[in-house]
């Protein structure tokens, strides 16, 4: 057949990159093949080219660091246009629900972020009920999808459905408050709560490690349900599954979040600046501590 191919068709397909000649190679087994055992490359090539829509819901009473973590996740300043409140205005405002959403691509893969801000939440003088907004909200964006799915065009759904909850525990209480569990009781069926515990370079690790043991007690003691990170595979290796557990068991995750780089040991990395002020005797100049992480949860 290529022997039969007119020069030009010939020299097109030479001059063709690789990236394009390999895509019509697929192209060509899938035209070939009919049965069900091209429908993985079908369906991933499909989802691919249309991107993922993700929707992250974050809360937490205000100053816990929730927009600096994710900006740290996601490498986007969602919050640019952020005004900040005074305490009067904090005290009286409501709980808000603000969508910031951002098209990022990475590998070639394209992501509809919408973060899910809650402004409000766990800052007024009584804070009881003050979830129902999110949840009511959370109801919506399910109702709205079954909408959707139930009705005649369904090719261009857009999903608006919370599929994650980061939820900012303070790092300067004895565990978590009537607010925390009132919230993730309300909110645990409907949605993927993750528990972080916010700005834990407050915190040495005994201090840490003690927080969280009282977490996860308050947690079984409430019957909150946390999201739980799926059965790692039998057939993975060791090292795989040793990082699979101990990741299980650092929850709930205690974060650090930065926007700025800093240097260290001659490579710049996200991390906050730390006047060492908790050393004794104090060293004659700031000490430089480097907690953080690079674009990601932290686990410690
Ligand atoms: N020590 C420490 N400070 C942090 C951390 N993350 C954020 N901060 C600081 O805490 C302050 C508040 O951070 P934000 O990210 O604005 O907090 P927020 O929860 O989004 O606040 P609201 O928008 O009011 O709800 C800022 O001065 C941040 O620099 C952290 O991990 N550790």
Redesign the pocket.
């Known amino acids: 057949m290529d022997s039969l191919a007119a020069p030009q068709d010939r020299l097109v397909e030479q001059l063709l990159s690789p990236r394009t000649q390999a895509q019509r190679r697929l192209k060509d087994i899938d035209k070939q093949y009919v049965g069900f055992a091209t429908l993985p490359n079908q369906v991933h090539r499909k989802s691919v080219k249309k991107g993922f829509d993700f929707t992250l819901m974050?809360a937490?009473?205000?100053?816990?660091?929730?927009?600096?973590?994710v900006?740290s996740l996601f490498l986007t300043d969602l919050?640019k246009d952020?005004k900040?409140?005074s305490a009067e205005e904090r005290i009286s405002q409501t709980v808000e629900i603000l969508k910031h959403t951002v098209d990022i691509e990475e590998k070639g893969v394209k992501l509809k972020l919408t973060i899910v801000?809650t402004?409000g939440f766990g800052d007024a003088v009584n804070n009881s009920e003050c979830w129902k907004p999110i949840t009511d909200y959370v109801d919506q964006q399910f109702e709205q999808y079954f909408r959707d799915e139930s009705g005649l065009n369904r090719k261009n759904i857009q999903d608006n459905r919370v599929h994650c909850c980061l939820y900012?525990i303070s790092p300067f209480g004895h565990g978590l408050r009537p607010v925390d569990v009132g919230f993730m009781k309300a909110l645990h069926e409907k949605v993927n709560i993750v528990p972080l515990i916010?700005?834990?370079?407050?915190l040495v690790p005994g201090e840490i490690r003690k927080l969280k043991e009282r977490i996860r007690e308050e947690i079984d003691k409430f019957g909150i349900h946390v999201y739980q990170f799926p059965e790692c595979d039998s057939d993975e290796d060791e090292d795989f599954k040793q990082q699979d557990r101990e990741l299980k068991e650092s929850a709930p995750f205690a974060?650090?979040?930065?926007?700025t780089v800093v240097e260290a040991k001659g490579q710049r990395v996200r991390g906050?600046l730390h006047p060492s002020t908790r050393m004794n005797p104090p060293p004659p100049s700031p000490i430089l501590q480097f907690c953080?992480v690079v674009n990601a949860v932290l686990s410690w």
């Open positions: 974050v937490g009473e205000s100053g816990l660091g929730k927009s600096t973590l900006h919050y952020r900040l409140l801000d402004p900012f916010a700005k834990a370079d407050c974060v650090i979040g930065s926007n906050r953080l």
